[in-house]
RNA sequence: GCAGAGGUGCCAGAGCGGUUAUUGGGCUAGUCUCGAAAACUAGUGGCCUUGAGCCUCAAGGGUUCGAAUCCCUUCCUCUGCGCCA
């Protein structure tokens, strides 16, 4: 059976499960937990009926089985037995019921928070815990992103919009510069730190997709390719490379020694963005289409929450080197989602003076792990121990930190100060000024 | 896309309608040893109300008194051939 939570800690401990339901002001969960229980109640009892009379039936038959084999008259035996099967198949077919209760009933519910995570109602009860940099002065008024790479000609969201949609854009020139310098930049900064680089797959079978993220995220979230191929178990495009290097170790069986696994994938992201009506959309902030390099660990339960802040430390490290302001907060109960035990948010500073999210830094614990099926053991030869933790966070979101840079970096005439690191990884541009190749459209 | 061969426990691999899923290897424990190796012995998945209990052979259905074994559907892997950046 496909576990969320544990099924035998709900059993033996409702109370615990119950007050971080309520601690996360998931009311209709309760509800949720209460079927879960009923329904496992009724799954044991079936089961041990149902248990009784396929022992009857495996006597029976052995003692055919036998008879057969002395050459004696089996036939008062088969009558006996021909029954059984029927009485077992009534009891299977609610057994299954109750069963997927269950089940789907796990799948609903989130993780169990950690004791660290704030106290809160929505995103205004996250507490910051982390202020970096000085808020950016300007002797101009500062402009917007969309502004600035737009008067520059280095980015057309109306034509991307004729194509495609609202949500796109055709970058030009040094913007692609600036996109793949802050992805290798940030690729070389994790390859440092020991970190295995990825570039997976940017669809997964749904079926893997399940394990490693919200079921109502792919009716809001995913992109799902429509092919008659494989409608049971369609693809998905990626929402970000963590679901790819999730679903990479799916049903494995881990030795001790390699863990932890490090990674830093980099992939583009698809994202749906559907109810995103009211938010903040402007430029590059939210679109359905951007480039991210993630970082991503399975390791054992113990070192789970000091390799959290070995990833909240990487992509502040990153941040710092790009000289840009941001804070981190501490997600509270209430805002926090349902895969992570806890969550820090990073927050970058844009040029309406508002702080928005970068960057997400989740320790999902065993949670996904679960769902994965991915465990770990002593050594090899041996038995598993039990499900690994993962964890995730960005480590840079190549549209967000455009965004930063062009509103944090900008000049009076509207061109942008590059950061050191990354040119070297743009053919030495100091300055975006928009007149390479300048496209005359 | 077409054709063929496959999917069995921690791993390899046999079984192809009948009582207990052969057998290796690994791993764990014990015997022996100053210790180790070797050898030998036992163990080595999950579930529940712990019983001479039940389940487990890719997944789901079916046939049967009885299915790893026969049939159907789906998924996956490998090997050819075809197509293709």
Redesign the pocket.
């Known amino acids: 059976m496909t576990k969320l939570l544990d099924?035998?800690l709900i059993?033996e401990n409702p109370e615990m499960v119950r007050n971080n339901l309520e601690r996360r002001h998931a009311q209709e969960k309760l509800d949720l937990l209460n079927i879960v229980i009923a329904a496992d109640k009724k799954w044991?009892?079936l089961?041990?009926?149902?248990?009784?009379l396929?022992?009857r039936?495996?006597?029976?038959?052995?003692e055919?089985?036998?008879a057969?084999?002395d050459g004696r008259d089996s036939n008062s035996?088969?009558e006996e037995?021909?029954n059984?099967?029927e009485e077992i198949?009534i009891i299977e077919i609610e057994l299954?019921n109750q069963q997927n209760i269950v089940k789907n009933g796990l799948m609903g519910l989130p993780n169990l928070l950690h004791e660290s995570v704030p106290y809160g109602k929505d995103d205004k009860d996250n507490v910051i815990i982390k202020i970096w940099g000085n808020q950016p002065q300007f002797n101009f008024e500062p402009k917007s992103h969309a502004e600035l790479a737009t008067k520059l000609g280095i980015m057309d969201i109306e034509r991307a919009a004729k194509a495609s949609g609202a949500g796109f854009y055709y970058l030009r020139n040094e913007m692609v510069l600036l996109d793949y310098a802050i992805m290798r930049y940030a690729v070389d900064f994790l390859m440092s730190k020991g970190y295995t680089v990825i570039e997976p797959p940017y669809m997964i079978?749904r079926s893997f997709y399940e394990g490693v993220t919200d079921l109502s995220d792919f009716e809001n979230v995913m992109y799902k390719i429509i092919d008659e191929?494989?409608e049971?178990?369609p693809l998905y495009l990626i929402a970000t490379s963590e679901h790819a290097m999730g679903a990479m170790l799916k049903d494995e069986?881990l030795n001790e020694s390699a863990l932890p696994i490090k990674l830093c994938g980099i992939s583009p992201c698809f994202r749906k963005e559907v109810g995103s009506h009211g938010k903040y959309t402007k430029g590059l902030f939210r679109v359905h289409q951007f480039n991210k390099v993630e970082q991503f660990i399975f390791c054992k339960p113990e070192q789970s929450w000091s390799l959290h802040e070995e990833l909240q430390n990487n992509c502040e490290k990153l941040y710092q080197n790009l000289e840009l302001h941001y804070r981190v907060v501490n997600v509270c109960t209430g805002d926090i989602g349902s895969i992570a035990a806890k969550k820090y948010d990073t927050e970058g500073w844009m040029a309406d003076r508002e702080f928005r999210e970068i960057g997400s830094n989740s320790n999902c614990t065993d949670y996904q792990a679960r769902r994965l099926n991915i465990r770990y053991?002593h050594?090899?030869?041996?038995?598993?121990v039990g499900y690994v933790h993962t964890l995730n966070n960005t480590a840079i979101a190549t549209s967000r930190t455009m965004i930063m840079i062009f509103e944090q970096h900008q000049q009076e005439d509207g061109s942008i100060k590059i950061p050191k690191v990354l040119r070297k990884y743009m053919n030495d541009i100091e300055y975006i000024n928009g007149t390479i190749n300048k496209l005359e459209i």
Do not use: C, M
């Open positions: 099924i035998k059993r044991r009892e089961t041990t009926k149902v248990n009784k396929r022992k039936r495996n006597e029976i038959s052995s055919i089985a036998l057969l084999k035996l088969i037995a021909k059984i099967p198949k299954q079978r191929e494989n049971k178990d069986i053991r050594k090899e030869g041996q038995v598993p």
